[in-house]
Each structure stands twice: as structure tokens, then as C-alpha cells.
């Protein structure tokens, strides 16, 4: 494929930003143009090189793309939709990056645009925002879902899965339908689950905190994504309701089964229930991006001794390597080590677990 397109963006956030730089790393020929109403990311990419023409407003200079990115909220991209195709080429492919597919389509279809419309969801993200946060990297062996309207020709979809290929993801074609229901699963419900979870023991709890107190470990990791954004989910929820009200109530009813094998002492039930969970859980395939986004992190054994905590954040420090989170695994039921120091990138994690244990420390690596 040609090495010298041009290509805009209306949001420059995180993903959008992401895109962006990964394009200018492959492509450093292209050209590419953003809107976006937030003036500082606009100047950030410009004075990092990332992007060539800042706009101020959806406008003529939309009407030289060969790809426009659609990578603001949901309901700003809907109201953007109409804007943009008074200068949208019948050349440039439209496609987006939001977590819901299906109305961006019915959206996409009213407008007239079915013939130059591929959705797409890149798999990767972070609860850090902005186009401050982005990385080229972002999309490195990420799965990239690509819903392509019936219209497109087959050479387009083709140019374009290369395209995001070439970025370091890895496309993966499917149907708006198809991934509603498959990110319902995956995703949205357990993120609905996880803050269940979270308010039942909130609920639940004593006037002094106990159940808050000792909660680690397992809890702590199935119940790590309650703390992304509400306003998201809000969204994800109006958006994907019946897909996700569906699989809620088959997780409603599997809920109410094992409650009756406890409540019947059902042995044998018990053991397959738990048995079947394992060894469905350990074939999956230990990718390190996804909807849900992996924990980079590893335990060590320390003394309980003054200047312990600090002598580790010091060596690691010295190497260059930032720490996400670090701190005391008070609750040891299902860990080893008794301290965490939880990292950015899955990357950091061996170095840094190299260097400690050249350092005498002894390193449990998370799973």
C-alpha cells in the first residue's frame, strides 16, 4: 500500500492519539489532519510531530483524507456524522474505534454511507486518558476488531486490515452483531459484575470496615475494573443493554444453580463447577492486551524492616523503570511475596524482575 495517504481524526484522546502516533512511526510519510475540541492535545501533537494540521472545525480540509478516524465519544461522533460528510470524498474510507458497534452502523447507514464505513474497536486502552497518555505501542498484538458494512468492496476491507496490521494489531473481522454480543461477554458484563461485587461488600460490610480492610488478593483482581470510568459504562450499558441484559440473566441463572448445589451440599456438582471453571480459564490464550486490560505486576519477599520498601523503589529507580503501584500485600491467603510493585508495561516486569533477583530478592511473577 502507498506509504504517502492522508489521514484524519476527529478526537485525539488516547486511542485516537495512539493511532496517530503509530501511523507517523509506520508511515512517516503520511499526512494527518486533526479536529478536536480540547486546543492543548492539538498543539502537543503538532510540536511532537505527530500531526501536520490542527483544525479548529470539521471543514473543507477533511475532503483530502484517504481515511478519517472517528475517535470522539459515542454521541459526539453520532453529531459529528452529519457535519463531516458534506466533505467527506467518496474515496476516503469513514471507520471508528468505539466499544459498541451496532448503532454507529444504523447511524452510518441513515447518513447514506454504507459503501465507505468499516467499524473498528482496538482491543487496548488504559485507565490513564488523553492524547497526554498515548502511545504508538498502544496497538502492539491487540486484537483490532473490524465490522465493515455489507457495501465495501472486498479490496478495501483488504487495504485496510494490511493497514492496521502494519500498526502492530491484529485485525480480526466480524459482524456489528457479532461483536455487540461477543464484547457483552468478554467485557461489559464482567465490568457490571466487578461493581455488583464491589457494592454487595460495600453493602455488606461492618460499621468498622473490616470486610474493606483485609480485602486482597483474589478480590482485589476480580474487582479491579469496578474503578474505570462510570460515565463509560453509563454509555456502554444505553448502548449494548440487550446484549448485556441477556448474558446478565444467563449469569443470573448460573448464579441461582450453584446457590442451590451449596445450599444442597451437591459434592460431586461443586467439584465439576470449579474443575470445568480451571480448566476452561488456563487454555486461554495469556495475550497481553484485551478488553479487560492485564495487571503488570510481581511479588517479592522482603523483611518487615525499615528502609525495606524504599530500598526496592530505589533500585528500580536507578534503572529507569516507573513504578505504577507499590505496597504491602497484608492479606497473604492467595499470594506470595509480601510486596507488590505493580508496573506500566508487561515489558518492565522481567527486567525488572531480573535485576532484583541479581539483587538477592526473592520474585513471584503474577499470572
Known amino acids: 500500500m502507498k506509504n504517502d495517504f492522508t489521514c484524519g481524526f476527529i478526537g485525539l484522546g488516547l486511542i485516537g492519539g495512539s ?21 492543548k492535545a492539538l ?18 480540509s477533511f475532503r483530502s483524507c484517504d481515511y478519517i478516524f472517528l475517535c470522539a465519544p459515542v ?5 459529528c456524522l452529519m457535519e463531516l460528510k458534506k466533505y467527506l470524498s467518496p474515496d476516503c474510507l469513514l471507520t471508528d474505534v ?17 459503501s465507505q464505513f468499516i467499524g473498528g474497536h482496538p482491543m487496548a486502552g488504559s485507565e490513564r486518558t488523553g492524547y497526554i497518555n498515548s502511545r504508538a505501542l498502544l496497538l502492539e498484538n491487540a486484537y483490532y476488531i473490524l465490522t465493515p458494512c455489507e457495501g465495501v468492496p472486498e479490496e478495501i476491507i483488504s487495504d485496510f486490515k494490511e493497514l492496521i496490521a502494519s500498526l502492530g494489531a491484529i485485525p480480526l473481522i466480524l459482524t456489528c452483531s457479532q461483536h455487540d454480543y461477543v464484547t457483552a461477554a468478554i467485557s461489559h458484563l464482567p465490568h457490571v459484575v466487578a461493581a455488583s461485587l464491589v457494592n454487595l461488600i460495600k453493602a455488606s460490610d461492618s460499621s468498622d470496615g473490616i470486610m474493606k480492610l483485609i480485602a486482597a488478593g483474589g478480590f482485589k483482581d476480580i474487582t479491579r475494573i469496578a474503578s474505570s470510568s462510570p460515565v463509560m459504562w453509563q454509555q456502554i450499558c444505553l448502548t449494548n443493554g440487550e446484549n ?3 448474558l446478565l440473566g444467563s449469569y443470573i441463572d448460573s448464579l441461582n444453580r450453584i446457590k442451590t448445589e451449596i445450599d444442597h451440599a451437591g459434592g460431586d456438582s461443586l467439584y465439576h463447577f470449579f474443575d470445568e471453571a480451571r480448566s476452561y480459564r488456563d487454555s486461554f490464550i495469556d495475550a497481553s492486551s484485551g478488553p479487560i486490560k492485564k495487571s503488570y ?3 517479592i519477599e522482603i523483611a518487615d524492616e525499615p528502609g525495606a520498601l524504599a530500598a526496592i523503589a530505589t533500585i528500580l529507580a536507578l534503572h ?23 508496573f506500566y508495561h508487561e515489558e518492565s516486569i522481567e527486567q525488572a524482575s531480573e535485576i532484583l533477583r541479581s539483587k538477592g530478592y526473592t520474585i513471584y511473577c503474577k499470572k
Open 19 to 39: 493511532i496517530a502516533r503509530a501511523l507517523r512511526k509506520f508511515y512517516p510519510e503520511c499526512r494527518l489532519l486533526a479536529y478536536d475540541i480540547n486546543n
Open 43 to 60: 498543539e502537543a501533537a503538532v510540536k511532537e510531530g505527530i500531526i501536520n494540521t490542527p483544525l479548529s472545525s470539521i471543514n473543507e
Open 75 to 79: 454521541t459526539e461522533n453520532d453529531n
Open 98 to 114: 468505539g466499544s459498541v458497534k451496532t448503532d454507529i452502523h444504523k447511524n452510518i447507514e441513515k447518513a447514506g454511507l454504507s
Open 244 to 246: 448485556i441484559s441477556s
Open 297 to 299: 505486576s510481581i511479588n
Open 320 to 342: 529507569q523503570i516507573s513504578i505504577k503501584n507499590i505496597g504491602i500485600v497484608h492479606n497473604r491467603e492467595q499470594e506470595d511475596g509480601v510486596l507488590r510493585v505493580e
